[in-house]
Nanobody, 122 residues
Framework: QVQLVESGGGLVQAGGSLRLSCAAS????????MGWFRQAPGKGREFVAA????????RYADSVKGRFTISRDNAKNTVYLQMNSLKPEDTAGYSC???????????????WGQGTQVTVSS
């Protein structure tokens, strides 16, 4: 069993930056791929970014490519999402999750955190 807790969300002006953290407990996440997803009110869950278990490969949604960076520190059992040049359309609840596969499909992720809210004002 893995417990995931996200932090770092908040209110920021357009063009600003935030760094989200996803801290894991219960067991090591070093053998899992990790992903970040977001969900805005009235919309479905959207893939944001993923990273392989050793951090060697990453993948991004087109909407965040060049602005967001996913990284991980397996020694700290933590995954990060650095978000720069934020836009109002980035406003959503952001959640991290584990998967045994390096994938963009949320159905293949098993353990999920509760999420942290990001609000970008124009």
């Amino acid at each position: 069993q893995v417990q995931l807790v996200e932090s770092g969300g908040g209110l920021v002006q357009a063009g600003g930056s935030l760094r989200l953290s996803c801290a894991a407990s219960g067991r090591t996440i070093s053998t899992y791929a990790m992903g970040w997803f977001r969900q805005a009110p009235g919309k479905g869950r959207e893939f944001v970014a993923a990273i392989t278990s050793n951090g060697g490969s990453t993948r991004y949604a087109d909407s965040v490519k060049g602005r967001f960076t996913i990284s991980r520190d397996n020694a700290k059992n933590t995954v990060y999402l650095q978000m720069n040049s934020l836009k109002p359309e980035d406003t959503a609840g952001y959640s991290c999750a584990t998967s045994s596969r390096f994938t963009t499909s949320h159905t293949l992720y098993n353990y999920w955190g509760q999420g942290t809210q990001v609000t970008v004002s124009s």
